[in-house]
Antibody, heavy 119, light 106 residues
Framework: EVQLVESGGGLVQPGGSLKLSCVASGFTFRDYWMNWVRQAPGKTMEWIGDIKPDGSNTNYAPSVKNRFTISRDNAKSILYLQMSNMRADYTATYYC????????????WGQGTLVTVSS | DTVLTQSPALAVSPGERVTISCRASESVSTLMHWYQQKPGQQPTLLIYLASNLESGVPARFSGSGSGTDFTLTIDPVEADDTATYYCQQSWNDPWTFGGGTKLELK
């Protein structure tokens, strides 16, 4: 069974930093594109970025480019999201998501971790 | 970015047929996918590449369309289908989602 378990969410002040983790199990982690997708309260989803199976390439949404960094540890099956210089509108539930077929759609989602940016 | 427009809400009775629409601001070929999100839960994949049913998803769900106009159909609707449904395109970077259609049962 595919499982994606996020952690690291919480309250952070504007301008602060936070690092999220996602532990994957039930599949061969190193074979898949991985993504982070966020959902602000009561809003739709926003794709934040992705990372190639071997970690050699990342892509980011314009809204978070130069603020967020996605990385992965294939030996430990862990996906990371480093967030810096955070803003209030980054308040959202952050989902770890496994891509499908060259990452054209999102096959499996974690349960999400809530990040609140507030002073 | 490619904007995906969905009707905000629909209300139907159990046993009826419902169609949920998604219109793209530009062509996305057939790179359109559908997700279901129940309250307090993460989204789950229903349909990929416009019309392909994800494994384990009931055959009551189906998808159609190409270009800019897409439809998710549920026939017949069951009480458990109460949820918000989102479309997502992967033709134009960045991948984007529709605003969601909240399905309520009468």
């Amino acid at each position: 069974e595919v499982q994606l378990v996020e952690s690291g969410g919480g309250l952070v002040q504007p301008g602060g930093s936070l690092k999220l983790s996602c532990v994957a199990s039930g599949f061969t982690f190193r074979d898949y594109w991985m993504n982070w997708v966020r959902q602000a309260p009561g809003k739709t989803m926003e794709w934040i970025g992705d990372i190639k199976p071997d970690g050699s390439n990342t892509n980011y949404a314009p809204s978070v480019k130069n603020r967020f960094t996605i990385s992965r540890d294939n030996a430990k099956s862990i996906l990371y999201l480093q967030m810096s210089n955070m803003r209030a509108d980054y308040t959202a539930t952050y989902y770890c998501v496994r891509g499908a077929d060259n990452n054209y759609w999102f096959a499996y989602w974690g349960q999400g971790t809530l990040v609140t940016v507030s002073s | 970015d490619t904007v995906l427009t969905q009707s905000p809400a629909l209300a139907v009775s159990p046993g009826e047929r419902v169609t949920i629409s998604c219109r793209a601001s530009e062509s996305v070929s057939t790179l359109m996918h559908w997700y279901q999100q129940k309250p307090g839960q993460q989204p789950t994949l229903l349909i990929y590449l416009a019309s392909n049913l994800e494994s384990g998803v009931p055959a009551r769900f189906s998808g159609s369309g190409s270009g800019t106009d897409f439809t998710l159909t549920i026939d017949p609707v069951e009480a458990d289908d109460t949820a918000t449904y989102y479309c997502q395109q992967s033709w134009n970077d960045p991948w984007t989602f529709g605003g969601g259609t909240k399905l309520e049962l009468k």
